[in-house]
């Protein structure tokens, strides 16, 4: 067992870098933080320990940080994808990888960057992995980063009900998705567990789209009346205000055109509570790379665990 000191301010600059990643893609707002709490309860859910469940939570927000290769003109087309522009996508599992792999704690997230795209029976990307050969971690992701991504709006076409998702994603039960943690999943949407997230940008805030060009304006947790919001794509200057359980924004009439996104403190802080001072590792845990697997079965250990636990 190998001790690994989780160092919080390197923790936060890691995410930060995360998290300002995704504001380049202003129609997800939210995606990262979604995926991260999702991902978070079905590791819960799983019954994995405390400092698997944190390396879950901490991964997934890193999840799509290759993305940062990804031309802002591709992210934000409002058409479909050419074939082309889907492979340039397609890359950023690979892309990730450089920029966690040599940082002490982004080392943590490897298997989830790097294969959080694959599919359970082996027909996913990048490298066709199958069954357990896709870490733990990364199945969890893979099936929570779909059900965010058949729920929330993209700029070509609406999200769809919870319902529908859950139906079609058990249609992929052992096909794209790990079949015993993807029932563990649909209970936890049976439950309704998922709704405090589901819909929401950040905690306790629903997803506001802009009311002039429609990509998600992210609402903070902080946020107090007074304080202004601003579309990540028009730059329009909003003031928000209260109205019940959601908010109305107004447009106050200027456009800032000097803005520049700023990391997400509010989903930093979180993953930052809930760190160990210390996580305990499997010796070769930091040296494991999935494009060089031999020897760490962890993955098989922890998913007879889960096998056990939802019996
Ligand atoms: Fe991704």
Redesign the pocket.
Known sequence: MQAVSVNISLLKSLLSLATVIEAKDPYTGGHTWRVSRYARLLAESLGLSEDEVFIVHFGSLL??I??VSVPEPILNKQDKLTSVEYEIIKK??ETGLPLVREHPLGALALDIVAS??ERFDGGGYPKGLAGNDIRLFARIVAIV?AFDAMTSARPYRAGMQAQTAYQLMAQESGRQFDPVLLSAFLDLGKRGELDQILGHSSEERLMQGCPECGPIIVIPVHWQSGDKVICPKCLSNYNVHPDGDKFEVEWDQTVNFTWIPEPDTDTISEVAQYAPKELGLQSDFLEFSVFDRKSYDASKVLSLRSRVNSL
Do not use: R, T, V, Y
């Open positions: 999840h799509d290759g993305k950023h599992p959080h795209h980063d």
